[in-house]
């Protein structure tokens, strides 16, 4: 099992340009994750989702969407990047939700000049 | 008060020493409690949870509960300079849209010669 995989791994962007973060899993999770994590701070949740077609907002969206048209696959889309955007994002999956254990992806490092 | 509080550090121990990490969380509900290590410019990687009040043991590492207390601690037995990362912690906090994994920012260790 390859577990969480993440595409591209490093990435830099204009401000105002759009791009698709690739996140898949191999484990037949439900639950998937997206977090972002910023220099000295925690992880924080962009969105999730608990199955395909079902979607939610985590604690940070704003200026984001996501999309989940299978169990495997849950894109992370950013559109019009600004500077805040800046960050390293890390995509999870876990079996179950609630209390189980969140298995992380690589990352993706992105900057946004 | 923050949900999950952690010492920024860094702590730093000698090599074969005891590290002592701690974490503080709000929720008097919360049931599950994770550790994670994370290298430089890597994901997390889980090292143990922890379900039960008492202590769990892996190898080096034991995990510490308190929920009366509100505390859980991660010690890592004869430490080595490869233990050198930040450990997050992270716990189950019921939010509006349920239950919700959320870290702590990390404690940097660092295990010297």
């Known amino acids: 099992n390859a577990g969480v995989t993440q595409t591209p791994k490093f990435r830099i962007l204009k401000i105002g340009q759009s791009m698709t973060l690739q996140c898949a899993q191999d484990?037949?999770?439900?639950?998937m994750y997206w977090y972002r994590q910023d220099p000295g701070m925690g992880l924080k949740l962009i969105y999730y989702?608990?199955?395909?077609?079902?979607?939610d907002k985590g604690e940070v969206p704003n200026g984001y969407n996501v999309s989940r048209s299978t169990t495997e696959d849950f894109p992370l889309r950013l559109e019009l990047a600004a500077p805040s955007q800046t960050s390293v994002y890390f995509c999870?999956?876990?079996?179950?939700?609630?209390?189980?254990?969140?298995?992380f992806g690589p990352g993706t490092r992105l900057t946004v000049l | 008060q923050k949900e999950v509080e952690q010492n920024s550090g860094p702590l730093s121990v000698p090599e074969g020493a005891i590290a002592s990490l701690n974490c503080t969380y709000s929720?008097?509900?919360?049931?599950?409690f994770f550790w994670y290590r994370q290298y430089s410019g890597k994901s997390p990687e889980l090292i143990m949870f922890?379900?039960?009040?008492g202590d769990k043991e892996d190898g080096r590492f034991t995990a510490q509960l308190n929920k009366a207390s509100q505390y859980v601690s991660l010690l890592i037995r004869d430490s080595q300079p490869s233990d050198s990362a930040t450990y997050l912690c992270?716990?189950?906090?019921?939010?509006?849209?349920?239950?919700?994994?959320?870290f702590g920012t990390g404690t940097q260790l660092k295990v010297e010669l």
């Open positions: 484990m037949n999770h439900n639950y």
């Open positions: 929720d008097r509900g919360s049931q599950s």
């Open positions: 999870a999956s876990s079996r179950l939700a609630g209390s189980d254990t969140q298995y």
């Open positions: 992270a716990v189950y906090i019921l939010t509006g849209g349920g239950n919700k994994l959320t």
């Open positions: 922890i379900y039960s009040n």
């Open positions: 989702s608990v199955g395909a077609g079902i979607t």
